[in-house]
T-cell receptor, first 113, second 111 residues
């Protein structure tokens, strides 16, 4: 069974640009979660999508947005990139309404220069 | 503001010893508790989850939950150098499915 896959592995962008990160959940999982892990900080919750809808949002500005596609894959968009957006972005998936914990993807390392 | 606190460490233990990792949380309504292991440069991996007071054992790992005192711990028996990693505690309230993560405790198991 394929795990959660994320692309790209690494992404280098210039301040002010836009970044798009992609995630494919485990087959059968309908919920996708996005987290940011900045250096020295814990995992910060960004967004939760389920059945194509945004279900919850963390304490991040609106320039962090995303969507979930009919096949349950998801993308995270970060507009007007700032240097402090440099972090590891993790995607996780789970069965909807099941609180058994996450399976994380390998992450996208975003560097803003 | 829901908070999950962990000692950042590093916690250093000799090979074969028991490593004890602790986590406290602020939300008394928390119902689900998780331990993740994260190797340097890698993504977190779920080790265990626990919902009820008491102990839950899985191989060399034991999770302990005390809701009255609002703490959850992870014991690693017969620690191996391969257990060296950062251990993240995560806590969620029933129905939210969005856990709050602690910053993690770095564990070093030396031969």
């Amino acid at each position: 069974e394929a795990g959660v896959t994320q692309s790209p592995t690494h992404l280098i962008k210039t301040r002010g640009q836009q970044a798009t990160l992609r995630c494919s959940p485990i087959s059968g999982h309908t919920s996708v979660y996005w987290y940011q892990q900045a250096l020295g900080l814990g995992l910060q919750f960004l967004l939760w999508y389920d059945e194509g809808e945004e279900r919850n949002r963390g304490n991040f500005p609106p320039r962090f947005s995303g969507r979930q596609f009919p096949n349950y894959s998801s993308e995270l968009n970060v507009n007007a990139l700032e240097l402090e957006d440099s972090a590891l972005y993790l995607c996780a998936s789970s069965l909807r309404a099941v609180d058994y914990g996450y399976t994380f993807g390998s992450g996208t390392r975003l560097t803003v220069v | 503001q829901k908070e999950v606190e962990q000692n950042s460490g590093p916690l250093s233990v000799p090979e074969g010893a028991i490593a004890s990792l602790n986590c406290t949380y602020s939300d008394r309504g928390s119902q689900s508790f998780f331990w993740y292991r994260q190797y340097s440069g890698k993504s977190p991996e779920l080790i265990m989850f626990i919902y009820s007071n008491g102990d839950k054992e899985d191989g060399r790992f034991t999770a302990q939950l005390n809701k009255a005192s609002q703490y959850v711990s992870l014991l690693i028996r017969d620690s191996q150098p391969s257990d060296s990693a950062t251990y993240l505690c995560a806590v969620s309230s029933g129905g939210s499915y969005i856990p709050t993560f602690g910053r993690g405790t770095s564990l070093i198991v030396h031969p």
